[in-house]
């Protein structure tokens, strides 16, 4: 009978693949066990890699997943694709050290605790062979974070190692946000009855070959991920970094409208039969629109889509100029709602506000489908 299954992330990791099967395989002797790497259609090959070795070993599958990244959701579908009734989730690139599964299976199987966990800070723990003291040092905060904000009270609550009943996961995956890669805590925060939680002290190691994919995100997938638990069910995540971006977009509005009039670069540019200042205005306007939105154009695209993000001149400029189509409609709906609330006898700021919530939502929904969606 299957017992155990290891998910394990991948993303780029071609080179630890065989090494990491050869790993678990030492370390699970005399278990039943499968490893489902869950791929996210790595450019250097990492999912052929494992269907090779998957062919001749039959422990061992793929779930290659297109146009998606996401380490969370990754663990997450993976999880759910194992009828093994223990899963565990690992890195692929031999910072987790196998050895601890056999260890793990025995405290969830015992009965005494409902999830094993490998600490990185835990007594006995170290993170010296990392090679990483700003991350070790980040993560110290973080963790201080987590632990406030979710009441979740692990030494090392972002450790991405972990073991689990299959059931304790799946009553309550729906409710997962699987937004970064903090899934331990994810599933802590979330699940209403209070886990018995067991730490295995983590001799944290360096990777065996490439190299770290959550260096640039992971602060800011860290703050989206605590905003998610905390107010994503009443403003979806997504639609408030959209909001954010397009609040900061009016601030570059404003500074290049000054930095235009102020200049007088209007005036000097453009021979008409406007006034001066008139001329100014326009062509000031015309400038910091352009401006604003090819800023939230470019933040967009590294932020609220980052998972999704256009890359390669082409795709940029024709989602670029799908955007300004996207945006120019909206600027017309504003205009147009505002002019309605107005005759509704709705105070003039009111007016204004509420022409500007019915922009970003339009903005929105035809961005997220036409801009940056599947079928744009
Ligand atoms: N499918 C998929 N999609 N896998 C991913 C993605 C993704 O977008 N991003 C990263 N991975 C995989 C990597 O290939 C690796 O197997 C594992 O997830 C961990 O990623 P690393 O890039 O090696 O992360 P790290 O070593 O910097 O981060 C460590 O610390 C985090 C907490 O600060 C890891 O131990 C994480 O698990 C941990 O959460
Ligand atoms: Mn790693």
Known sequence: MLQLAV????????????????????????????????????????????????????????????????????????????????????????????????????????????????SRFAEGASTEAWGRPDRVKASGIANAIARKVT????????????????????????????????????????????????????????????ESKLDRTVVFEFLIGLYDKWLGRVIPTRFALFATVGALGVVVNFAVLWLVLSVGFGERFVYGHWQGSDRNFIVGNICAALAAMTFNFVLNNELTYAEKRLRGLVPLVKGWAKFFLTCSIGILSQVASTEALKRLHVADALAVLGGIVLASVWNFALSSKFVWGKYG
């Open 151 to 210: 009441g979740v009270d692990l030494s090392d609550p972002m450790s991405g190692f972990f073991m689990l009943r299959g059931e304790t996961l799946r009553a309550d995956a729906h409710r997962l946000s699987g937004v970064g890669f903090k899934i331990l805590l994810d599933i802590l925060a979330t699940v209403d009855a209070p886990l018995r939680v067991k730490e295995f002290p983590l001799n944290f190691a360096a990777r065996m070959d490439g």
């Open 7 to 118: 998910i394990l992330p991948t993303y780029n990791e071609r080179n630890n693949i065989a090494r990491m099967v050869e790993r678990i395989d030492t370390a699970l002797q005399g278990f039943v066990w499968e490893a489902i790497f869950v791929d996210d259609n790595s450019p250097d090959g990492t999912a052929e890699e494992a269907r090779r070795i998957a062919r001749a070993d039959p422990r061992i599958r793929v779930i290659e997943r297109i146009g998606r990244r996401g380490l969370a959701s990754a663990a997450i579908e993976g999880m759910c694709a194992s009828a093994a009734p223990i899963v565990a989730v690992m890195d692929a690139d031999g910072q987790h050290d196998p050895v601890l599964l056999a260890g793990m299976y025995e405290a969830v199987t015992s009965g005494d605790y409902d999830v094993a966990y490998a």
